[in-house]
């Protein structure tokens, strides 16, 4: 099937940057859109926020609290991306996650609009 793998959390202090990588393997024919989302401390799954996505032409989206601090950005390998954080704040402390989405723009075997779920990777920014 399909894996998503996040990997660059860490611990740093605010005003730090940190550079999170995400890579989804598995039926390489198809595209994904790949977007971030984060999970506070104490809460649920389904209360995980967006945070950024990207497309297969580069469009980006962001959510409204990382706008100008967040950068997402498309790896060289099909079905990367990479989410650089600068000027972070305590407030951005979470686990993040990858999400790849089924593209219904290019022949696969898989359901379009299905979304895979990487395992998540720390951030914790301290003040």
């Known amino acids: 099937q399909v894996q998503v793998v996040e990997s660059g959390g860490g611990s740093v202090q605010a005003g730090g940057s940190l550079r999170l990588s995400c890579a989804a393997s598995g039926h390489t024919e198809c595209n994904y859109l790949m977007s971030w989302y984060r999970q506070a401390p104490g809460e649920e799954r389904e209360e995980r926020e967006f945070v950024s996505a990207i497309d297969r032409d580069g469009d980006t989206t962001y959510a409204d609290s990382v706008k100008g601090r967040f950068t997402i950005s498309q790896g060289n390998a099909k079905n990367t991306v990479y989410l650089q954080m600068n000027s972070l704040k305590p407030e951005d402390t979470a686990m993040y996650y990858c999400?790849?989405?089924?593209?219904?723009?290019?022949?696969?075997?898989?359901?379009?609009?299905?979304?895979?779920w990487g395992q998540g990777t720390q951030v914790t920014v301290s003040s």
């Open positions: 999400k790849a989405v089924v593209s219904p723009l290019v022949p696969c075997p898989l359901v379009p609009g299905i979304g895979y």
